[in-house]
């Protein structure tokens, strides 16, 4: 589902990409077999996953500092059974904080785990998607229901995770992009940062192709359907990600308006210097 008519137009020539990459693929017998072969891997590591939620305790209470760094492996072992390569620019705040991303597709939640000790905010779809929300769930997600006007619900939930001392990382986009641009960010969730007055930790994600252009199979938008893109990643050559950890900044005075304004700012521009890179390819 588009929200306006750029959208539509991003997700158009996404298509075209993704068609003219398709034309330049090899056999389809090489591709099989390395589909069939991470198909397997992926399905050992979701009984892993299963297991270690068991052993560790995550699937009867969550939030405990040993899962954390149960949580990270596993997300690192599924970013390499996707052959995804993660490069980490710039280091983050000591101590906990609100953290802020990008939002370019469902691949962005295990890169951001496998780097970082930090819980994630996602839409309450998720929680019903089966095995997927079920972990999500042990790996202490936090759910939100979109439109449903419990902002500020979720906002009280944040603050008191921030005051407890955990980081917390949320896209405050409230959908995903493909890559190219921020959308406007939604400004309520920032309040958790303006509560407890907390660092605001701002990340961007970069995926990039063999030849450094931005990768027109990372990008989860429009109507693409979340099986079949994951059949695409999981065809895929190794994908290059980028993880640039801006500087972390306090909330100060300013309200969650002018934070969020503040953000999109300067995320904005560092996405376009991320871009650069692209464009001097």
């Not at 939640?109 to 972990?135: C, M």
């Amino acid at each position: 589902m588009f929200t306006d008519s750029s959208d539509e137009v991003a997700f158009a020539a996404l298509i075209d990409r993704r068609k003219a990459v398709a034309s330049q693929k090899r056999s389809s017998i090489h591709i099989r077999v390395r589909l069939y072969y991470r198909c397997f891997r992926l399905g050992v590591h979701l009984l892993e996953g299963a297991v270690l939620a068991v052993v560790c305790g995550a699937a009867f209470v969550q939030y405990r500092p040993w899962q954390q760094p149960v949580i990270r492996w596993w997300h690192r072992r599924f970013c390499n059974i996707l052959n995804l390569d993660i490069r980490v620019q710039g280091v983050p705040v000591d101590g906990h904080a609100l953290w802020v991303s990008n939002h370019v597709s469902w691949l962005d939640i295990p890169v951001l785990g496998a780097n970082f000790p930090v819980y994630f905010l996602s839409k309450a779809e998720v929680a019903r998607w089966p095995v997927v929300g079920w972990l999500a769930r042990v790996a202490g997600t936090l759910f939100i229901q979109r439109g449903a006007g419990d902002a500020g619900q979720v906002t009280h939930q944040l603050a008191g995770h921030l005051g407890e001392g955990r980081n917390v990382l949320f896209f405050p986009e409230g959908t995903t992009t493909d890559g190219r641009r921020l959308k406007r960010f939604f400004h309520k969730l920032f309040g958790a940062a303006v509560q407890t007055q907390v660092p605001l930790q701002p990340v961007l994600v970069c995926y990039r192709d063999e030849h450094d252009a931005l990768h027109p199979h990372a990008p989860f938008i429009g109507d693409d359907e979340f099986l079949s893109h994951a059949i695409d990643i999981l065809k895929g050559e190794r994908m290059v990600v980028d993880v640039m950890v801006l500087p972390a900044e306090l909330p100060g005075e300013r309200d969650a308006r002018a934070l969020a304004r503040d953000l999109e700012a300067r995320m904005s521009a560092a996405l376009r210097q991320l871009h650069q890179r692209e464009n001097d390819a």
